[in-house]
């Protein structure tokens, strides 16, 4: 990998804090000046988005989000592609959500027996208040220290993308990183509203949670599920190895990130196979694993697909 990307792994996971993520983008904008790009940030409300191309020119899009998280007790646990086990993934994190619940509404009761204020009322106080900080713990709590997966991996595909791509080929594509996607996806809403002139029938391909796993999953939007053009160029250029088996999702499933903000787009993340294929360790201090051969793949497979478009580009 690139130094780049090797200092992004050894010294700026953490981009959670106001401070955190400007010295990130200062050290982004730094360093791919030296590669002969010009990223701006699109700042707007709580939005910084770091754009990196001409997006007048580009004929895709590739993005990733570059905030992170809070450290939570228990993985936010992904089941994007088989129902049932969505459904269970989800009455699993309901069920942690509760036990969390339970916990912190003993310790209020115990605080009004103490007090000699127990009863019914507030009892429903105890429940939520414990209910706000739960949530305020997961949007706003002390910043997860490892992201190597969610999302330093889909970060450093982006700037490994970027670095590789041959300087005659850099119109063709405009690099994007999201803001505030860990609060709601609202970095590329921002970005989506205030530019749709220019993505306008354009492909985005989103990376988030690209390393902890042998299994690539591309995520189509409903606009392109049926194109199977557009498959067959994606799978062609993101091509399987002996290691690394890529996939197109072609029936149920969806990829719950900042892909969902755009029409003609595909969710990209890696995904452990089990009785399901699943996505854990994020949100957590387990969120470690970094295969680099997943990165080579993906941001190879990006300067494919732009030489393609190039190639077929009318002189």
């Known amino acids: 990998m690139n130094e780049i990307s090797c200092k992004i792994l050894d010294y700026y996971q953490v981009r959670k804090t106001k401070k955190q993520k400007e010295e990130f983008r200062k050290y982004i904008i730094h360093e791919?000046?030296?590669?002969?790009?010009?990223?701006r940030i699109q700042n707007k409300g709580i939005n910084n988005n770091i754009i990196i191309g001409n997006m007048e020119k580009a004929k895709i899009f590739c993005t990733a989000h570059y905030d992170t998280q809070a450290v939570l007790p228990f993985p936010n646990l992904i089941v994007p592609n088989n129902l049932?086990?969505?459904?269970?993934?989800?009455?699993?994190?309901?069920?942690?959500?509760?036990?969390?619940?339970?916990?912190?509404?003993i310790v209020f009761i115990k605080l009004f027996v103490w007090t000699g204020l127990f009863n019914g009322f507030e009892l429903s106080i105890a429940s939520s208040i414990s209910w706000l900080i739960i949530m305020i713990w997961m949007l706003f709590g002390k910043a997860?220290?490892?992201?190597?997966?969610?999302?330093?991996?889909?970060?450093v595909t982006i700037i490994e993308s970027a670095i590789k791509l041959p300087e005659d080929f850099r119109d063709e594509i405009c690099f994007v990183l999201f803001d505030n996607e860990e609060l709601g996806l609202l970095g590329s809403a921002a970005?989506?509203?205030?530019?749709?002139?220019?993505?306008?029938?354009?492909?985005?391909?989103?990376?988030?949670?690209?390393?902890?796993?042998?299994?690539?999953?591309?995520?189509?939007?409903k606009q392109i599920k049926n194109d199977q053009s557009k498959h067959e160029v994606i799978i062609k250029t993101f091509a399987s190895t002996n290691y690394i088996n890529v996939h197109m999702n072609k029936g149920f499933g969806f990829y719950p990130s900042d892909n969902f903000n755009f029409k003609y787009a595909y969710g990209v993340c890696s995904l452990k196979k089990g009785l399901f294929y699943y996505l854990d360790r994020i949100h957590t201090s387990r969120d470690i694993i970094f295969n680099e051969e997943n990165i080579e793949l993906l941001s190879d497979?990006?300067?494919?697909?732009?030489?393609?478009?190039?190639?077929h580009k009318p002189q």
């Open 191 to 221: 970005f989506a509203k205030e530019y749709k002139e220019y993505i306008k029938n354009k492909l985005i391909i989103n990376f988030d949670c690209v390393s902890d796993a042998n299994d690539i999953f591309f995520f189509p939007t």
């Open 32 to 39: 791919l000046n030296q590669y002969g790009y010009c990223p």
């Open 301 to 311: 497979g990006v300067c494919k697909l732009v030489n393609t478009i190039h190639l």
């Open 84 to 105: 049932f086990g969505l459904i269970l993934s989800q009455l699993a994190i309901i069920i942690c959500v509760l036990i969390l619940i339970f916990l912190i509404n």
């Open 144 to 155: 997860n220290k490892h992201t190597a997966n969610d999302n330093t991996s889909g970060v």
